[in-house]
């Protein structure tokens, strides 16, 4: 049973990021109250915002928040690719680890910006982000067997 839900978990990871990349994180404010973002638009918006007259810190800290969220919607596409068959594969585990660092970056980062509102692109990514996590938890046959603590070799 464990073991299927671990699967599962694995399965479901990938699939629920990508989903959650395309659907509203963020309201707007000001202006732009009656606006929803999603990692989509946000991408698009700090493309138009690189455009402008901006200081170097400000043009970096844009480029590096674009590469890390297309990063995060590729390491969704390895996952969701490589979940059925090479699980083991280590592009499969630092791609998992991937999602759930950005994960946890963004989740953290929207929830500075706008409080963390209920969006259903942010709980998608905190899912998916979470079901990784799971995925990777020792099964009961790992968790049920002693352990065991070899002496230091004296070489």
Do not use: N
């Not at 994180?25 to 973002?37: K, T």
């Not at 901006?54 to 890390?68: D, F």
């Not at 991937?98 to 998608?124: E, K």
Request: charged share 10%.
């Amino acid at each position: 049973m464990a073991v299927r839900l671990q699967t599962a978990a694995r399965l479901v990871a990938g699939p629920m990021v990508l989903a959650g990349f395309f659907v509203p994180w963020i309201d707007g404010h000001g202006v732009l109250a009656g606006e929803r973002y999603s990692g989509y638009d946000i991408v698009r918006l700090a493309g138009y915002l690189q455009g402008a007259e901006l200081t170097t810190a400000e043009h970096v800290a844009l480029t590096v928040a674009r590469i890390a969220l297309v990063g995060m919607v590729a390491a969704a596409l390895w996952v969701t690719a490589l979940a059925p068959r090479w699980q083991a594969s280590r592009l499969h585990s630092v791609s998992g680890w991937y999602l759930v660092t950005t994960g946890i970056v963004v989740v953290a980062g929207v929830a500075w910006w706008d409080g963390f509102s209920h969006a259903p692109g942010m709980l998608l990514v905190a899912g998916g982000a979470a079901a990784w996590v799971a995925a990777q938890l020792p099964g009961p046959e790992a968790r049920s067997a002693p352990l065991v603590i070899a002496p230091a070799s004296d070489a």
